[in-house]
């Protein structure tokens, strides 16, 4: 596995575990950017800021856990992608709304692109709308 393979797979168990930025600045640029065409995520624009939220939504969504399904690496693009399902019951408080007992089942996609072994960009591939479905916040 190359080195960016590596760094790909620990940022991405960090952040989907719910480790923060302190848990996932080592493998990105200090001012890594984020994007996606989502609007849950819309008012965020670095990966700071995307990690901060993955540990947030883990207080409404206590057992939020994911199943990495696939994950690859292009080296001509510096580039690596991990697909996975997030599982998770609205058991805790926060949220738009009191628990609401419900589970959501969320395919999604990370496009992590790497500058200098660290990721300077990273596009989120998810359909926001049917997650907040789910889980009964919309």
Request: aromatic share 14%; glycine share 10%; with cysteine.
């Amino acid at each position: 596995m190359s080195d960016i393979s590596e760094k790909a797979k620990l940022f991405f168990d960090a952040c989907e575990t719910g480790k923060g930025w302190e848990g996932c600045i080592e493998y990105c640029l200090p001012d890594a950017s984020f994007s996606a065409q989502s609007g849950a995520l819309a008012d965020i624009n670095t990966i700071e800021g995307y990690t901060e939220w993955m540990k947030g939504l883990l207080t409404p969504v206590p057992d939020g856990h994911y199943e990495l399904r696939f994950f690859a690496e292009d080296e001509e693009r510096d580039c690596v992608a991990a697909y996975a399902v997030f599982y998770g019951t609205h058991t805790g408080p926060g949220g738009p709304v009191d628990p609401t007992g419900k589970t959501v089942e969320a395919d999604y996609v990370y496009a992590m692109q790497f500058e200098d072994g660290r990721i300077r960009h990273m596009t989120k591939i998810w359909n926001d709308t049917i997650s907040l479905q789910q889980l009964g916040w919309a």
